[in-house]
């Protein structure tokens, strides 16, 4: 299954995030394009709330084109997707 690549000219960073003196976490912070954030395959139809899914725990570089790729792969007929 091809999922297409982000369009951010800016890698990943990896961040030390001190919490308190005692705790610091690696967080990633991913660039994010907002032109990647929404996927409309079907502007004719409208949307059915019935039909409706949340997908959650996306990773941070998958693209409202990806996921409406994947859904459509799997369940057909995707009019939407939004990230």
Do not use: R
């Amino acid at each position: 299954m091809y999922i297409p690549p982000i369009h951010c000219p800016l890698p990943p960073v990896e961040l030390n995030v001190m919490v308190t003196q005692c705790f610091v976490f690696q967080v990633q912070v991913i660039p994010w394009v907002l032109s990647d954030s929404n996927c409309i395959k079907s502007s004719s139809q409208k949307l059915d709330a019935k039909k409706t899914v949340f997908v959650g725990a996306l990773h941070g570089m998958l693209t409202a084109e990806g996921l409406a790729k994947i859904m459509n792969d799997l369940f057909d007929g995707v009019l939407y997707a939004g990230v």
